[in-house]
Nanobody, 127 residues
Framework: QVQLVESGGGLVQAGGSLRLSCAAS????????FGWFRQAPGKEREFVAA????????YYADSVKGRFTISRDNAKNTVSLQMNSLKPEDTAVYYC????????????????????WGQGTQVTVSS
């Protein structure tokens, strides 16, 4: 059973930075893709970033491109999301998710196509 545990959320002023971590366990993840999603109150869950464990390839939503960086640490089985230049509109609960590997972007950015989810961590950006 795959388990994902997020950490690192908090309150930050606009323009600041936060780093989220997702600790993964239960499998060997070389054939998985990991995604970060977020959900603000009253809004649908939206894609933020994804990383393919095998080769470290990444993909970002346009809204975070150039500000956020997703990475993975093979030795620690963690996926991180470095968030810089944060904006109030980045305020949301952030979720780590995992699924078996696919190269289809339309699948990678679709939250319903992921099989395993963490509990979420709150990120609040004040103006």
């Amino acid at each position: 059973q795959v388990q994902l545990v997020e950490s690192g959320g908090g309150l930050v002023q606009a323009g600041g930075s936060l780093r989220l971590s997702c600790a993964a366990s239960g499998r060997t993840f070389s054939s998985y893709v990991f995604g970060w999603f977020r959900q603000a109150p009253g809004k649908e869950r939206e894609f933020v970033a994804a990383i393919w464990w095998r080769d470290g390839r990444t993909y970002y939503a346009d809204s975070v491109k150039g500000r956020f960086t997703i990475s993975r640490d093979n030795a620690k089985n963690t996926v991180s999301l470095q968030m810089n230049s944060l904006k109030p509109e980045d305020t949301a609960v952030y979720y780590c998710a995992a699924r078996l590997n696919t190269w289809v972007i339309a699948v990678v950015i679709n939250s319903i196509r992921y099989d395993w989810w963490g509990q979420g961590t709150q990120v609040t950006v004040s103006s």
